[in-house]
């Protein structure tokens, strides 16, 4: 420990030509491995537009061969961080400790000068947003089998995160993107420690950060409440997705049927909600089960925040270890009645400022972000906020 601050002591960013030696000295004390930039490049042909396989608000993400003949995705942070290599290293020492089945595993990391580089275990099928809900151009057959087995481990990883980790993490962009699938269509929740590794000065990333708009709960959209709670939200969003296999928000239907969740209300009220089931499985399905999925997805987006479910309650009640049919269903906080109030900007993509990306242990309330614009329904949001960190 002595050893570990006397060498976070001096400034690391400005002494580049010391990191490999660094890297040695610190591999030895974290527990993470350290990729040297020169290894990640030979892995990826030097970072080839070939081995490209994504770009997010994080940066792009290449796919690449390690030493040891391990596939990767290796994702460059887009922006030069001036975040220490201490806190950066700390943050993803936790990360790297947690493990589970339905999460992505990080291999280590590069911090080389202002290199910062996430090293991941690399998954063969893509995410849901590029497959289930890509519009038709994917050979994988999503049954209802693979379907429930999909939303189940979501909410299994998601409740690790929320209940079994301390201190709790909070994904902050629970979405079809963020759910990437093995070779045996098993999901992984990707990036749920990002929010905490980027400072607040990589403006790039913070409409990533702050969450993409039809799974945003409307608490934290309008008062910056950032809270399990609306992880719940997105989650419940993205379980209406995957069983209707249609994204949250789709401008070229008519304008009742545009938003996933007001839809999914209507059909309840009117008792038609298995209409909505994705017309793919040719009504190959379990009705009494997708309707309860439906109806989980519902509790989860209430407007009122206290009455949704917790994660280790939704896998119960997606299992069906708890009966659902005798809960009062709230209407959803719908994300058209926030448009209409709360929207001013339309540009496609707001321009992010700044980000926060506190966390509390033990308390459901994280920091306090607000809203100072927002796109159209497709665009991600701006906030603004200092940066305060309470551990
Ligand atoms: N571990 C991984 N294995 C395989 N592909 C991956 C992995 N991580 C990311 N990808 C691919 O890279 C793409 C971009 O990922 P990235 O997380 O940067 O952006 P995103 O999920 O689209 O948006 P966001 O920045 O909000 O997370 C993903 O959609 C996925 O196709
Ligand atoms: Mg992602």
Same mark, same amino acid.
């Not at 089998?145 to 201190?167: D, S």
């Not at 963020?178 to 929740?189: C, E, F, G, H, R």
């Given at each position: 420990m002595t050893c570990f601050s006397c060498l976070f002591?001096? &400034?690391? !960013?400005?002494?580049?030509?010391?990191?490999?030696?660094? !890297?040695d000295e610190l591999s030895g004390?974290? &527990?993470?491995?350290?990729?040297?930039?020169?290894?990640?490049?030979?892995?990826t042909k030097d970072f080839s537009p070939t081995n490209k396989i994504g770009e997010g608000g994080f940066g792009s993400v290449y796919k690449g061969k390690l030493k040891n003949g391990h596939m990767a995705a290796i994702k460059v942070l887009s922006t030069e961080s001036r975040q220490g290599v201490r806190e950066f290293l700390t943050e993803i020492q936790v990360i790297s400790e947690i493990e589970h089945e339905n999460l992505v595993k990080l291999y280590g990391?590069?911090?080389?000068?202002?290199?910062?580089?996430l090293v991941y275990n690399y998954l063969e099928n893509n995410s849901l947003a590029k497959t289930l809900l890509g519009g038709g151009h994917c050979n994988i057959h999503f049954s209802w089998r693979t379907r429930t087995k999909i939303c189940i481990g979501v909410a +299994?990883?998601?409740?690790?995160?929320?209940?079994? #980790?301390?201190p709790h993490i909070i994904h902050r962009d629970i979405k079809a993107s963020n759910i990437l699938l093995d070779k045996d269509l098993t999901p992984k929740i990707s990036d749920f420690g990002l929010a905490k590794l980027i400072p607040p000065n990589m403006t790039q990333v913070s409409t990533r950060v702050a969450g993409t708009i039809g799974y945003l709960a409307p608490e934290y959209a309008?008062?910056?409440? #950032?809270?399990? +709670?609306a992880d719940i939200y997105s989650f419940g969003v993205l379980l209406i997705e995957i069983v209707s296999g249609r994204c949250n928000t789709n401008s070229r239907l008519p304008v009742e049927e545009q938003y996933l969740l007001e839809r999914t209300w209507q059909l309840y009220e009117r008792r038609e909600l298995l209409g909505l089931v994705d017309t793919a499985l040719n009504g190959n399905f379990d009705a009494q089960q997708a309707c309860r999925f439906f109806k989980i997805g519902l509790l989860c987006t209430q407007? !009122?925040?206290?009455?949704r479910p917790s994660m280790s309650t939704v896998v119960k009640m997606l299992t069906g270890e708890i009966d659902i049919d005798d809960k009062i269903i709230t209407k959803p906080g719908l994300i058209s009645d926030f448009l209409d109030l709360k929207v001013r900007s339309t540009a496609p993509k707001a321009k992010a400022e700044s980000i926060s990306t506190s966390y509390n242990s033990g308390s459901d309330n994280l920091d306090n972000t607000s809203l100072t614009s927002a796109g159209s329904s497709q665009a991600t949001m701006t906030f603004t906020s200092p940066f305060t960190r309470s551990m």
């Amino acid at each position: 420990m002595t050893c570990f601050s006397c060498l976070f002591g001096r &400034n690391l !960013d400005s002494a580049t030509q010391r990191t490999a030696e660094l !890297d040695d000295e610190l591999s030895g004390i974290l &527990n993470i491995t350290l990729y040297t930039h020169r290894e990640l490049r030979i892995a990826t042909k030097d970072f080839s537009p070939t081995n490209k396989i994504g770009e997010g608000g994080f940066g792009s993400v290449y796919k690449g061969k390690l030493k040891n003949g391990h596939m990767a995705a290796i994702k460059v942070l887009s922006t030069e961080s001036r975040q220490g290599v201490r806190e950066f290293l700390t943050e993803i020492q936790v990360i790297s400790e947690i493990e589970h089945e339905n999460l992505v595993k990080l291999y280590g990391c590069c911090v080389e000068g202002n290199h910062r580089i996430l090293v991941y275990n690399y998954l063969e099928n893509n995410s849901l947003a590029k497959t289930l809900l890509g519009g038709g151009h994917c050979n994988i057959h999503f049954s209802w089998r693979t379907r429930t087995k999909i939303c189940i481990g979501v909410a +299994r990883g998601l409740a690790y995160l929320h209940e079994e #980790v301390r201190p709790h993490i909070i994904h902050r962009d629970i979405k079809a993107s963020n759910i990437l699938l093995d070779k045996d269509l098993t999901p992984k929740i990707s990036d749920f420690g990002l929010a905490k590794l980027i400072p607040p000065n990589m403006t790039q990333v913070s409409t990533r950060v702050a969450g993409t708009i039809g799974y945003l709960a409307p608490e934290y959209a309008v008062r910056g409440q #950032v809270t399990r +709670r609306a992880d719940i939200y997105s989650f419940g969003v993205l379980l209406i997705e995957i069983v209707s296999g249609r994204c949250n928000t789709n401008s070229r239907l008519p304008v009742e049927e545009q938003y996933l969740l007001e839809r999914t209300w209507q059909l309840y009220e009117r008792r038609e909600l298995l209409g909505l089931v994705d017309t793919a499985l040719n009504g190959n399905f379990d009705a009494q089960q997708a309707c309860r999925f439906f109806k989980i997805g519902l509790l989860c987006t209430q407007e !009122d925040q206290k009455l949704r479910p917790s994660m280790s309650t939704v896998v119960k009640m997606l299992t069906g270890e708890i009966d659902i049919d005798d809960k009062i269903i709230t209407k959803p906080g719908l994300i058209s009645d926030f448009l209409d109030l709360k929207v001013r900007s339309t540009a496609p993509k707001a321009k992010a400022e700044s980000i926060s990306t506190s966390y509390n242990s033990g308390s459901d309330n994280l920091d306090n972000t607000s809203l100072t614009s927002a796109g159209s329904s497709q665009a991600t949001m701006t906030f603004t906020s200092p940066f305060t960190r309470s551990m």
